[in-house]
């Protein structure tokens, strides 16, 4: 990986090197939604002994990107489609 962004061909070399009938976990927040580097594909074992493969962000400062783009909170479910709120009717200078 010669890029400091992880390429899909990147992250398809290194997860063909792993249990393709495991899922892949990224652990994130969804309550303070950033965007990250993926840096690293580790595959461990969970306590049921399942395999599972796990996807890490870098540890260097450029690691995080940003704020998530809100229409991939959305998606992912972890905000909900927010609109402006309904206008209310202006009061008249009198007070009615």
């Known amino acids: 990986m010669t890029s ?5 061909d990147d992250l398809i070399d290194l997860l063909s090197r792993c249990d393709r009938d495991a899922p892949v976990c990224q ?3 969804p309550f303070f939604p950033m965007s990250h580097r993926l840096a690293q594909v580790v595959q461990s074992v ?5 395999t599972v ?4 962000e870098g540890r ?3 690691t995080q990107l940003g704020h998530l783009p809100p229409e991939v909170a959305i998606a992912l479910a972890w905000q909900e489609p ?3 709120p309904p ?9 009615k």
């Not at 493969?53 to 890490?56: P, T």
Request: net charge negative; glycine share 10%.
């Open 4 to 8: 400091p962004e992880m390429t899909v």
């Open 60 to 62: 260097d400062e450029n």
């Open 27 to 29: 652990a994130m927040n």
């Open 82 to 84: 927010v609109q402006a």
């Open 46 to 50: 969970d306590e049921t002994g399942q």
């Open 87 to 95: 206008r209310r009717p202006r009061r008249s200078a009198g007070g």
């Open 53 to 56: 493969v796990y996807l890490a």
